[in-house]
C-alpha cells in the first residue's frame, strides 16, 4: 500500500526542515523521522483545495552583477540601472525549485532539478523530498516543464532512475526537439550538453516504457492540465493544479530574473530558444496571471517561488511573493 503523506488543516501551511535538527514526518499510522542536510534551504508547504502542494528547494547559484548582465538581452543601460537597484551589493542569488503535488490518489513531481548534473551547491531536490516525508519510489508522475538540465538532471543517478515507478511526462514539441540527432547535430557545440543531458535523463525511462508526451493544453488528470508557454525552448509548458476553487499555476522558466522580467517582461535570457516568442509568452501570460489573480510558482522565482502578479503603471509588472516567515 501507497503511504502519502497527511493532509494539513490550514489552507496555507508551512513547515520547515531545520538546518540541523532531525525533522518528524507523521505519515499513515508510521511516523518516522528524516534528518535534513545542513546546508539545505527550508520546505515550504501549503494546500490548494484538497491538493498539498511541497516546494523542494535544489539549492542557488550566485553570480556577479556583470554576469548576469551579460545573459540578459535588451535594453542594457536598464537592465543595468534595475540590477543595480535590486542588487546593490552586485552579486545576484539564482534559485532553483521543483514542486510535489499529494493529490490524495498519486504523488505528482514538476521538474527534478539538477541531481548531479549541476554545481556542487544544487542537486538537492530528493534530500528535501525525503525531509519531507516521502521516497524517490513513491512518485507515481514527474511532468517536465522544459528539458533543459537544471529539470531534468533529477531523474537519474548514473544510469539509472531516481523515480523507478513513476511515469515521465512531457510535451511532445519538447521532446522531439531535444532528442533528435539531427537537432544537437546542428546546434552550437555548447547546446549540445543539453542534448546529451536529456538522453541521458530520459532514456532509462524510455527504455522501461514510462516516458510519455502530450499535446499543448491538455488536461493531464483531474486537477491537472498544461499549457503551452513556448518560447524559451520549443515545448515549454506550464502546468494548472486546481483544486476546489483554488488554483497555483507552476509556470516554469517563464522568469529567470525577477527583479528584471518583472519590470521589463520583454527582457530575454541567453538561454531562450526563441527570444521573441519568449518574450511575447511572458507578457501574455503575466497579463493573464495579474487579471486572473493567480498564484504562481516559479523554478527560478527566489525560494520559494511563490506569489502573485499586479500590474504596475509603466507596462510592467510587480511580483508579490508569499509570506515566507525565515523564523518560527
Known sequence: MKILYGRMSSKFSTIFFGLTFLICTVMLNNAFCAEAPAELKEGYRMMVGDFEVTVLSDGANKRLLDQQLQLLQGDKERIKDI???AYPEEQIETTVNAYLINMGAKLVLIDTGNGTMGSPTMGNVIHHLRAAGYKPEQIDEVYLTHM???????LVSGAQPVFPNATVYANKREAEYWLSDSNRNEAPVDVRRTFQAVKTAVTPYMIAGKFKTFDENVSLA????????????PGHTAYFIESKG?????????IHVAAVQFEDPTVTISYDSDKAEAAKTRQQFLAEAAENNWLIGGAHLAFPGLGHVQTNDDDGYIFLPLDFPTSE
Open 222 to 233: 483531474p486537477g491537472l492540465r498544461a499549457k503551452e508557454l513556448f518560447g524559451h525552448t
Open 83 to 85: 540590477l543595480m537597484r
Open 246 to 254: 483554488s488554483i497555483v499555476v507552476l509556470c516554469g522558466d517563464i
Open 148 to 154: 533543459h538540465g537544471d529539470h531534468v538532471g533529477g
